[in-house]
């Protein structure tokens, strides 16, 4: 198999067998991870795949406009027959959340369309890291895993990597430093019932309680403004797409350069935390394998409490779904 060099983050440029990546779904989220993932280089070839044929090609075919722009890749509007020999298949299919909507409001629906999208990429490959996307994160993750019956580490969700994000980024506009400075994470549910690890806060490893700018009020505040972005985002706009997309984008580069990269994704959990047989958002390594390694953080009895209480709104939505 022919070897090419795609360029990394940073202008850092490694070789690598060619990486195919399947997008189900090209709504704005799809199509957002799709352009994240052309513009920075990750992928050595793109497959959409939809329902609706003529919105796909017509992605497919917009983006493919801009080839001569960016770092060699191949862009394509395809069908599930794609997946057998892709490396990371990326469900951001279904309906979207709308104002006043909860992302587990979207459950049942939702659940049916990714148990039938499951269904078909088995038929295909069981090789694949599938990445859900789709709302409500955890629960779909979980139909996912349970459909697919890959092993555990293939099949993973995206969780709560923007909501630590827009957590790190509202903590350093109160701190006065860059984001990429500011260490921060939420566990949990990707919703209303996220955790936000405070006893972990930091800037450059040092704790923000110890930063001369603390203050109690702020710091909640920022958790506050992450926890309701999306709903502030899709009263505004509509959806969001930008954030996810890069997230997305960030999370399949880990994979395809096997980078072991720490990321608070959604994991099925095997009594980490006392949790079991649920997915939930908690620090795992990120490589070649999918989610390989959860890692076991050191939580406050609060934090500890809030997680368990994320689990059970988890629990109770996954009795109203056919798994």
Known sequence: MIKKLFSGRGGQVKACEPNKVVIIGTGAVGTSAAYAMMIEGVASEIVLIDVNEDKCLGEASDLEHGLSFIPEVKISAGKYEDCRDARVIMISAGLAQKP?????????????????????????????????????????????????????????????????????????????????????????????SSVPVYSHCNVMGEPITNLPQYRKDKVESAYVKARDAAAFLIGKKGFTCYGIGLAAARLVRAILYDEKHVFPVSVYL??????????????????????????????????????????????????????
């Not at 909501?163 to 400075?181: K, M, P």
């Not at 980490?272 to 390594?285: E, G, R, T, Y």
């Not at 609060?302 to 779904?321: M, P, R």
Request: hydrophobic share 40%; charged share 25%.
């Open 100 to 192: 006043g909507q909860t992302r587990l409001d979207l459950a049942k629906t939702n659940a049916k369309i990714v148990g039938e999208i499951v269904s078909n990429i088995k038929k295909y490959t069981r090789e694949a890291v599938i990445m859900m996307v789709t709302n409500p994160l955890d629960v779909l993750t979980y139909v996912a895993l349970k459909r697919s019956g890959f092993p555990p580490n293939r099949v993973f969700g995206t969780g709560t990597t923007l909501d630590s994000s827009r957590f790190r980024y509202f903590l350093a506009e109160e701190f006065g430093v860059a984001t990429e400075s500011m260490g921060a994470y939420l566990i949990g549910e990707h919703g209303d």
């Open 270 to 323: 095997t009594g980490q935390h006392s949790i079991k047989d649920i997915c939930l958002s908690l620090p795992a390594v990120i490589g070649r394998n999918g989610a390989e390694r959860i890692l076991d953080i050191n939580l406050s009895s609060t934090e500890k409490d809030g997680l368990l209480k994320s689990a059970e709104i988890i629990k109770t939505t996954l009795k109203s779904v056919d798994v």
